[in-house]
């Protein structure tokens, strides 16, 4: 049972474009959302969250968008650059003692930015 | 200061066979997460540990167990190993696990079982 869904394995955009990598979910007990970025050979870094009690939060060139009636978020990335060539996972918590250190992880969006 | 390291970075074994993996958090962090990564299933949450007692755990048979030491030092073993287990082992530490603690990854452990 797949509660974080990423639908677009890979996504190919070219330098100085948008990117916009999407992510939907079922379970409606989440209420707190996050974006990684993975390299080959590293662990996953965090890039942005957002609180199901916003709909949009910004930080540089990086906008999560979060639509709760649809389950749905997206990453914005503005302009992209071919540093951001990665893995993108979204991730989600649900409140309460069974979300501790539990994080519900997509599958992963590969992003190549081309110059 | 460090960030999360995991020992050891390699490691392959064949079926059957037992096998431990060390992760050591970032200083003063006391939650230590554990997750599988396999290209079908994305990463998959294993267990969390918190002042040496398990919090929470996800859906892995028995065969996958840890521990954490009163240095919150973790370990994970993977006992019985079968040809899935073959995936990319990730360990995360917070400063104590709750919602909006931001987790910090470790390289991952890269297990082959043959």
């Known amino acids: 049972d797949q509660q974080v869904k990423q639908n677009s394995p890979s996504l190919s955009v070219q330098e100085g474009r948008i990117s916009i990598l999407n992510c939907d979910y079922t379970n409606s007990m989440f209420d707190y959302f996050l974006w990684y970025k993975k390299y080959p050979a590293e662990g996953p870094t965090f890039l942005i969250s957002?609180?199901?009690?916003?709909d949009k939060n910004e930080d540089g060139r990086f906008t999560v968008f979060l639509n709760k009636s649809a389950k749905h978020l997206s990453l914005h990335i503005v302009p992209s650059q071919p540093g951001d060539s990665a893995v993108y996972f979204c991730?989600?918590?649900?409140?309460?003692?069974?979300?501790?250190?539990?994080?519900?992880f997509g599958q992963g969006t590969i992003l190549t930015v081309h110059p | 200061k460090a960030g999360v390291t995991q020992t050891p970075r390699y490691l392959i074994k064949t079926r059957g066979q037992q096998v431990t993996l060390s992760c050591s958090p970032i200083s003063g962090h006391r939650s230590v997460s554990w997750y599988q990564q396999t290209p079908g299933q994305g990463l998959q949450f294993l267990f969390e540990y918190f002042s040496e007692t398990q919090r929470n755990k996800g859906n892995f048979p028995g065969r996958f167990s840890g521990r954490q030491f009163s240095n919150s030092r973790s370990e994970m073993n993977v006992s019985t190993l079968e040809l899935g287990d073959s995936a990319l082992y990730l360990c995360?530490?917070?400063?104590?696990?709750?919602?909006?603690?931001?987790?910090?990854f470790g390289p991952g452990t890269r297990l082959t079982v043959l």
């Open positions: 995360a530490s917070s400063l104590t696990g709750g919602p909006l603690n931001e987790q910090f």
């Open positions: 991730a989600a918590l649900a409140p309460g003692g069974t979300s501790y250190g539990k994080l519900t």
């Open positions: 957002i609180s199901s009690i916003k």
